[in-house]
């Protein structure tokens, strides 16, 4: 149960990165160096001044005087079992989900069929379901769900709008006396939301204090909340302004800091119940079972609905494995990555399919945009779009700030106030919902969704959300399926599923090093970022260099596939031809920032670039072509082609091999002219080899040939091979023109 425990921290905290790294990454506004910090501290601090009171996982979904031991031991394996798989699950595909619903439908599901086991063992029937389930648990987390998404979302898009339209874009420029305002307000909001939030889980949230006239911290807050409020807003504007009127102080950057910092605390503090309660909750009853010397399956599990704090130790490493996992989970920066694309203010790579929904919400906001523009005067609007138009930002990079600091700081600050609101009248709003649904709507008033964007980024929106209802679904049948298994076969059981567990986190993590490293790969190859000509030389001679290798491997793939029928063989091609079809479109959808990026004087650099998009545009489509028909004809079971034929693919393979090697070659060593020169006099030697693999299968086919098949198959491969070595050699020579010129 303890490595259990450990691997749910791990898988938790790399989802949950999210809801407090996002805003501070996305805007730049601090190092990340310094974030990690920050959100190290708040986990250290949340972890260690949680109470422990792991209510929910003891008795907040399940009556546990209705249960046994042994069968409390199962659900709460199949609980923490489950929720590993489901959470590595969503880390892998990079979405943020909730790990309160999973944990909660986890339990519900583990304990809904245990509890139909002992009615059906008992003869009863199901209606006494009630007796063992908390119904209305269930039902609030299901309301919290709804309630999360539509309340984060429209709060953060008006607050957002209204910043914008007082501040602009221009917001640093602004008096000191307003930002002074917005610090002292957004800083009353962060820490009262420490307060409320944070102190809530510590031992100290009970103790009354003399000097608060006999009441609690909660209780006092509660009690004078407009007017600690006040006094909160007036003390935290008195700094802010001496900080920004004396210091110089950037009190936005101090915002995000302070918000990213209270996040981290009270996510530690809070939600540290979802990957810990379980295994505390394991851990207690078995110290209590251990005491009473009942047998398994007669000491009834009543202890559980006592109040028993988690072990100081427990939390102590509990955090260690958090701050650790934040720091080195690469997982959890692909989860934040997710969120940041969603909300970039600026074209990005679209990861991210639209729909017919998504398309159908467009249409609809933008008729809703055109009614509401009708409630301005020309003037009006013209005044709003210069209000909402960013500063120009150059060429969208890596070193680009997907949102300035402003909407990091409404990020933040909204996403506090709605959860310490929620835990003030105990609504189950969750805090992913919140941070990320809070991020979309502020991304929506941004006009961070334009008319290129939009249909992308809400069909990411949309999915993210259909993955949040797919984790309660999955987590409530996975957890019961799993607790029936390890009824009926107990401790060998256990170990199959232990050993699945292993083999799936193994697998997903492979696989997720790979998409890494080809993320990489295709980050420092495909990317044209110069803004001299002799600038873009050079980097043009990189991916071109990059698109080489990919070519010949792509068609290498091809070859063995058709010559051993390996439908894997030309799958791999297959979808190795997609992704470059796809990065040399990314290339496409820079052109605009690249034009703008380029030096006045490199004016030239434009045509030379444009020109060799489209080679690389005309090489990929040969490819996708090969890969596609010859994909086709091994996945119809098609008559395999004949050995001649195969010996020349071979044959037209050895030698493309030499030449896409050598091309490779001469655009790695940038500028020599004698590389292009021997590349460019192989063309010839090619095309006649090819022409005479052609004229033979003509010969075959007029004398020998049976399959329409095979050989419409093997025609149109020689030929947009012959294709794909033309493309190939007006790419090496156009830019061969160019740098002979130099």
Known sequence: MGLLAIGDLIVGVSN??????NSAIGSKAISFRNIMILASLGIAFGAISSSGMMEVARKGIFNPSAFFFDEIVYIFMAVMMT???LLDFFNTLGLPTSTTVSIVFELLGAAVVMAVIKIIQGGGTLL??????NTEKATQIVLGILLSIFIAFTIGAISQWISRLIYSYQYENKSPALNASFGGFALAIIFNFILVKGIKSTPYSDLEFEFLSGLTI???IENNALAVSLFSFVFWYAISFFMIRFLRADIFKIIIGVGTFALALAFAGNDLVNFIGVPIAAFQSYEAWISSGLAANEFSMGVLSEKVATPTLFLLLSGLVMILTLVFSSKAKKVVKTSLDLSNQFDTRERFKPNALSRYLVRFFIAANQLFQK?????????????????DQGKSGVGTPAFDKLRASIN?????????AATSYKLPLSTTYVAFMVAMGTSLADRAWGSDSAVFRVAGVLNVIGGWFLTALSAFTVGGMIVYLLY???VQVIAVIMFIILLLIGKNYIKHKKENKDILEEERALVVESSSFQGVIEETGATIEAVMKESFDIFSFVVAGLSTNDIKSLEKGKKKAVKLAEEVENLDNQLFYFIRNLEDSSIAASNFYIELLQYLHDLSEDLS????ISYSHVNNNHRKLKLAQIKELMNIETNLKNTFKEAKEAFKMKQNVKEFQDILLEKNKIFELIDEKINMQIERTRAEETSPKSTALYFNFLIRTKELITHKFELVDKYYAVVKKL
């Open 128 to 133: 006494e379901l009630s007796n063992y389930i």
């Open 218 to 220: 909660n209780g006092f």
């Open 83 to 85: 929720d590993i798989l």
């Open 488 to 490: 009926i076969g107990g």
């Open 412 to 420: 933040l600050v909204i996403a506090a106030v709605l959860i310490a």
């Open 375 to 391: 409630l301005f005067s020309k003037q009006q609007l013209r005044s709003l779009n210069k209000t909402f138009t960013p500063i």
């Open 625 to 628: 072509y090969l890969s596609k």
């Open 16 to 21: 949950d990165a999210v809801n407090f790294l």
